[in-house]
């Protein structure tokens, strides 16, 4: 859709105008707080907001330490 395609176009924008060295750090930063249960996370998500990381980045480093939970099933 047309609203879809804006979107994409300003992610787009959004990474190829940010400081790609100060986006890397922030996840780096975000797995390595992930990996530390003693880390308050919300100064470090703040942090890689402000670098202007994705909520998809952001999940997808979270993804990698934590991974994704299942629920079993039940009958």
């Keep these: 859709s047309e609203m879809e395609e804006r979107q994409k176009k300003a992610v787009a924008e959004v990474r190829a105008n940010r400081d790609q060295q100060k986006a890397d ?4 930063a975000l797995k390595a707080m992930a990996s530390d249960p003693t880390v308050n996370s919300i100064p470090v998500l703040v942090d890689a907001a402000l ?8 999940v997808e480093a979270l993804k990698d330490v934590w991974g994704v939970y299942t629920e079993p099933p039940m009958f």
């Design 25 to 28: 750090d922030a996840i780096a």
């Design 51 to 58: 670098a202007y990381v994705t909520l998809g980045e952001m």
